[in-house]
């Protein structure tokens, strides 16, 4: 999403996806069903929609593009957002009057591709955009200690679902007091009760983009520890990690026989291991001279 300007018209420039976004927030009656544009005065492109209950703002850059507000009309938008493919986006052109055009043009070269113009009568601006922000005022700082969680919007899905099955039941949800705790649901019917937890995601911080995934051990999971290859038990009273028996266990003595045979060691041709000898059993000197005797 941004603004940049062309002579004297205005051009901001959505992509089907923020389109998406924003429409979705937008309301049906006549007070709440624009989306507003505005261009600040700090290079920055302002968008915002809400339906009386839910808001959203969303904040793009502005290059070289004049001042103003605009509202437009949210249906007028919806059929830009219908018209637009992948790989595309829409450019609504604007004056200080309103909308002049809008058009449907490929994301990567910036070619026109069609012009689906400005059909509509000039959308209701009785709202301003500054009173849709005014509740908007969301700790965004990375040291907010307050109750916050992250989540997959996908999750959303599931509790639209609740909704649904509870005949229309509002769903309450229990903020988790650490971010990494669950979020609690729950909503009730006379047909039934339904509760649940959500697992938050992992961010670098509120808002900011989901952290590297960690591989968490299984629940229940004992900690790695590592052992010796034949599990050779500490020498007694040692402790691990500390006094010289675990120094000596942590770094061996490279002189030590471990007991582990090289792939490639070959015998020396010269030696040959000498023959085991077994110790004769008791009394067997005496069974061989009367067997000596016998024999004589």
Known sequence: ???????????????????????????????????????????KLEAAATDGKRSVEAIGKAEGAAAGEWAIDSDFLEKCRASVDKDESLVLELTE??????????????DTICRLGWKREVANTQMSLGEIVTGLKIPTDKRHTGSWCAIDPEVLRGLTRIRVATDGCPVTLYPPSDPTGPLFFEARCDAAHYRGAIMPERVLGPGDEADEPEEDAPPGAPAPQQQSLFGAKPAKGAKAGKGKAASAEAEPDEDEDDGIVDDDYEPDGDTEPPLATEKPRKGAKKAAKKASKRGK
């Open 1 to 43: 999403m941004r603004a940049t300007s062309k002579g004297q018209i205005n051009r901001i420039e959505l992509s089907r996806e923020e389109l998406w976004a924003l429409l979705s927030f937008a309301g049906d009656s006549e007070h709440y069903s624009v989306v507003h544009f505005r261009v600040n005065g700090r290079a």
């Open 97 to 110: 009057k309103g909308v002049r055009d809008a058009l449907v043009v490929d994301t990567v070269s910036g």
